[in-house]
């Protein structure tokens, strides 16, 4: 009867989200107060419930994701994005233009949110295409595949964070390992992907051929890329030296763990920031405090998102239900990996939603993957994979590749929805061979 009582909410939130078009944080609440019910919480302990998803969830990701989006934000605004991409463009030359393009929308994926980094890439990718006279969708299909993979396996990105704090995971260590997977994984959804793609008709509009100029001059070369990336590098340097220093004094082992911390290393790389994208580019502090005001605009409702699946996990787990999931699971003789990956990749099939599949599929799966000692770290990577599998009507990047590159239903399936699902399935494997290696 659990089992079914579950089910009933995944489906209540599914048609809450998809035919009633329900903003997503009450969707949850709702299905998660209607879960208590039927699970048989006690009603008065049910707003506990929630009170303590919500806190455990948001409560570690709420500087993280807040830093990453100002972070994200002012590299856009500063015109540090545009000077990263223009420099790879330039550097590749025509003959290789479409690894540029890959390459920008890779380093510039890592510190900007899915949507933002979409839009800012478009008009790179068409100004591309009407001046070299290349197919659009080869173009630019390996270039937001790019921004998919980030979105879906790197830190400081929602979703890999909050999986990160569910599955009591290591930031850095994920990072390194989201690197060895997204590379390979890339490769194959990009550009080997896309050759395949070559004769797929697409007249994108012609307003996007003068978005590329701004009057205002763009930071340098090195300022660009050294700060989007710097999050990057603190916390690769400070996961290998945490490792490299574990044995030896305990108050320089403090001292790493601290700095390595993902919110101190988010909050460092906002002040130089600051400066670097900020001030010493003619900004004045109420200018770029406006410009992270937008930030949190931008990112309060994939926080409600987070903190909405916690509250939904939280009562699931004071139902006792969760247990029961697991148990139940161990006897499917399905590895921890692969079942977190496909928990995922269903909700993701039917809500669209990357983050809240992610965020849902860990709820469920996180007291089996205790019982079973899987490899947080690569629980996050797996999850993360699933959550991005096949990307249909229901999920809005389908829509804005659809629209922006002016494709058929049919050819947007064809390229779009097979690129996501190569990522996912690429990832996973990815995931799998790491974990055999380890």
Not at 82 to 111: C, E, H, K, S, V
Not at 157 to 173: E, I, R, T, Y
Not at 176 to 189: D, E, K, N
């Amino acid at each position: 009867m659990s089992f079914f009582i579950v089910l009933l909410c995944m489906a209540v939130l599914v048609i809450l989200l998809t035919w009633g078009k329900m903003n997503a944080f009450i969707a949850f609440l709702i299905v998660s107060v209607m879960a208590g019910l039927l699970l048989g919480v006690p009603a008065d302990k049910i707003p506990g419930s929630l009170q303590k998803g919500i806190g455990d969830t948001v409560g570690g990701l709420l500087s993280i994701i807040a830093l990453g989006a100002m972070l994200g934000k002012l590299v856009a605004e500063s015109g540090a994005a545009r000077q990263i991409a223009n420099t790879l463009m330039q550097l590749f030359g025509a003959r290789y233009m479409q690894w540029g393009l890959l390459i920008a929308g890779f380093i510039i994926g890592i510190p900007l949110f899915y949507g933002v980094g979409f839009v800012l890439m478009v008009p790179l990718i068409f100004s591309v295409v009407y001046q070299y006279k290349l197919p659009a969708v080869y173009i630019g299909l390996p270039t937001l595949a790019a921004l998919s993979v980030t979105h879906g396996f790197l830190p400081p990105h929602p979703s890999p964070v909050a999986l990160v704090g569910q599955f009591k995971a290591d930031m850095g260590v994920t990072l390194l390992y989201g690197m060895l997977v997204a590379i390979p994984t890339l490769l194959l959804a990009g550009p080997f992907f896309a050759r395949y793609l070559k004769k797929i008709p697409s007249e994108p509009s012609s307003l996007f051929q003068q978005q590329t100029a701004g009057n205002t001059p763009l930071p340098g070369k090195g300022n660009s890329f050294i700060t989007a990336l710097l999050p990057v590098f603190l916390l690769i340097l400070t996961t290998l030296l945490s490792h490299f220093f574990s044995g030896g004094s305990e108050a320089v082992h403090c001292w790493v763990l601290f700095a390595g911390d993902a919110q101190i290393v988010m909050l460092f790389a906002v002040l130089v920031a600051t400066f670097s994208l900020g001030i010493f580019q003619q900004r004045s502090l109420k200018q770029i405090t406006n410009i992270y005001a937008d930030a949190i605009k931008d990112v309060a409702m994939i926080l409600l998102i987070i903190a909405g699946a916690g509250a939904l996990k939280q009562v699931l787990a004071d139902s006792g239900v969760s247990a029961e999931i697991a148990a139940a699971m161990q006897q499917w003789h399905i590895p921890v990996l692969v079942l977190g990956w496909l928990m995922a990749a269903i909700i993701r099939a039917c809500v669209g939603s990357a983050t809240i599949a992610g965020i849902t599929a860990a709820g469920m799966i996180a007291p089996l993957m205790l019982r079973e000692h899987t490899d947080p770290n690569l629980m996050v990577l797996s999850v993360g994979a699933g959550s991005l599998m096949f990307s249909h009507v229901n999920d809005a990047g389908f829509w804005m590749f659809k629209e922006y590159f002016n494709l058929s239903i049919r050819n947007t399936l064809l390229s779009w929805s097979v690129m996501e699902t190569i990522v996912g399935t690429a990832g996973l494997t990815g995931v799998l061979i790491l974990d055999a290696l380890l």
